[in-house]
């Protein structure tokens, strides 16, 4: 089951009827954890709001290098090593790739670019929980259980309007707001700022099991993606935790799941038993955790920031699934809003749409364009294909591990054309 630590159970009354902070962060996940630190570590008064109580249940569960970059900029990377000796994350280096008979496997290791080529595999009530409190460790503070319902922009500051959990409300007076509150989007809510994604709308089904995987039958260091025997376009995460556990999921349209039965254990174990490889690897396994779904997740606004605000992570933009790329999307967003806001802060003139968006979506759209190519097939013809160049393995390599804003990465800086190019080549092969 998960790992869970300590509650919290603090009581998060504000006593005083406005509170003024230099920063208010809107969400505790990754994002907004590795955000505030940078920004208190600079010496500004930062508030975290958050509306759940950590230890909480979340998705995006296999982390991907270049997030340990992130968490090393923001001095949170002991926090997590010591976590991992007290209760085991699990290690991982790579991805590998199941299409009926043919396999492929990425080791971050051997990679383009610069940089650590290995992470973990998380579950996120703990991993998020040890970012949260290690922040508070280091003088951020939390406010458990309240929620954002107004704002107002005045001029260069914000007047915020909290519910507290008995539902009373009181005002914060910022300077900034940076929305941290993933699917929650608080702030894309609040001014109508949510655009329709150009991605089709699909679902993810997914569940943790005890998996019960005889040793040698699955390498644990890797995520594993199965495509689905009969339809390209369906695929299947299993993500190893330590302690004998994994998260297990299916994505796909979502009318995908309208031949199956409308219970969600039940549609999970018939999809499931549709599909052989995956079916004989979780043979023995134990299904003890009731499955969840999340459906039409991918979604875009119309700006990434405004006077006196700016969206991070999946606040923003969320693409798919498919290469784990959301906490290091989410973490590299906070990196660049922490270095903008502080120049902002001191009295510099900031253009956020060439210092923030701009840069941020560069990379975005890196792995938009390889997640495009998944669902059409053209990535999958390329590691799947019979002959592959070592050189060109190593620069995919670095965008899967992360490195998407290396613009040393021939696909990095051409990624539509070149995928393109190799797919055809693999194609006539």
């Not at 702030?187 to 943790?208: C, G, I, K, V, W």
């Not at 040698?216 to 199965?226: P, S």
Request: aromatic fraction near 10%; hydrophobic fraction near 40%; proline fraction near 4%.
């Amino acid at each position: 089951m998960e790992d869970i630590l300590t509650d919290n159970t603090a009581d998060n009354t504000v006593n005083n009827s406005t509170a003024t902070e230099d920063i208010v962060i809107i969400g505790a996940g990754p994002a907004g954890a590795v955000v505030a630190t940078l920004l208190n570590a600079k010496g500004y008064r930062v508030r975290i709001l958050e509306r759940q109580h950590f230890p909480r249940f979340s998705i995006g569960e296999s982390l991907l290098p270049q997030c340990m970059e992130f968490l090393a900029e923001a001095n949170m990377l002991d926090a997590v090593e010591q976590h991992v000796q007290e209760h085991h994350f699990q290690y991982k280096n790579g991805a590998a790739f199941v299409r009926g008979d043919s396999q492929s496997a990425f080791d971050f290791r051997q990679k383009f670019s610069e940089g650590r080529g290995t992470t973990y595999q998380v579950q996120r009530a703990p991993f998020d929980n040890v970012l949260a409190r290690e922040a508070e460790r280091q003088g951020v503070e939390i406010t458990w259980g309240h929620t954002l319902v107004n704002i107002e922009f005045d001029g260069s500051d914000s007047t915020l309007t909290v519910a507290d959990e008995n539902q009373n409300n009181y005002t914060i007076k910022t300077r900034f707001v940076l929305d941290a509150s993933g699917f929650g989007r608080v702030l894309p809510r609040l001014l109508e700022l949510d655009r329709p994604s150009d991605f089709p709308a699909r679902t993810s089904l997914f569940t943790h099991v005890e998996d019960n995987i005889p040793e040698g039958d699955f390498d644990r260091e890797k995520i594993l993606i199965t495509v689905h025997h009969q339809h390209k376009d369906v695929w299947f995460w299993l993500i190893p935790f330590a302690h004998g556990r994994c998260s297990f999921g299916v994505v796909a349209r979502s009318d995908f799941f309208d031949q199956f039965s409308d219970d969600l254990d039940e549609r999970l174990a018939q999809i499931l038993d549709s599909e052989p490889t995956l079916k004989k690897l979780l043979s023995n396994a134990n299904f003890d955790t009731p499955a969840r779904e999340i459906s039409g997740y991918a979604s875009n606004v119309s700006q990434l920031w405004g006077p006196g605000f700016a969206l991070l992570g999946n606040a923003g933009e969320f693409l798919d699934p498919v290469f784990s790329s959301g906490v290091t999307i989410a973490m590299k967003s906070a990196s660049l809003a922490a270095s903008a806001l502080d120049r902002q802060l001191q009295g510099e003139e900031v253009d956020w749409e060439a210092e923030y968006a701009t840069p941020l979506r560069a990379g975005v759209d890196t792995f938009r364009a390889f997640v495009e190519a998944w669902y059409d097939g053209r990535f999958q013809d390329i590691i799947f294909a019979p002959k592959q160049s070592s050189e060109v393995r190593a620069m995919i390599s670095s965008i899967l591990a992360g490195y998407a804003w290396d613009t040393n990465n021939p696909y990095v800086k051409d990624s539509e054309h070149r995928i393109n190019v190799l797919a055809e080549l693999c194609q006539l092969a």
